[in-house]
């Protein structure tokens, strides 16, 4: 009966530390992962922003406007500088401009 008792303990403990041990590999393989998630859809944000800025600059104006500036100035578009590099390629006035956005760190 004595045997018994520790085997069960045994069993327990054994798969304690086999859950212990999921649990770390969880916990440092998804470490990094929320900040990276949250630079990714600030960027897809800022994107997103941008892109909808141009639209209605064309649809006020007839055009799409030249620069980023421009939208910042006429129509209140703010960016993060600070983190996010923000690339505005303006083809022609009546084609939308291409974005890029990437994050700086």
């Known amino acids: 009966m004595y045997s018994d008792v520790q085997n ?3 069993s327990r403990l054994i798969w304690l530390g ?7 590999l969880l916990f440092f393989a998804l ?5 990276r998630d949250l630079s990714e859809e600030s960027a897809a944000a800022i994107q997103a922003a941008v892109q909808r800025s141009a639209r209605q600059c064309y649809v006020v104006e007839g055009v799409y406007p030249p620069n980023l500036e421009y939208l910042e100035e006429n129509y ?8 996010f590099y923000v690339s505005y390629e303006a083809f022609a006035s009546n084609l939308p401009p291409n974005v890029r956005v ?3 760190g």
């Open 8 to 10: 069960g303990k045994r």
């Open 18 to 24: 086999f859950l212990l041990a999921i649990l770390l």
């Open 31 to 35: 470490r990094g992962k929320p900040g």
């Open 76 to 83: 209140g578009l703010q960016i993060n500088t600070e983190d």
């Open 102 to 104: 990437t994050s700086k």
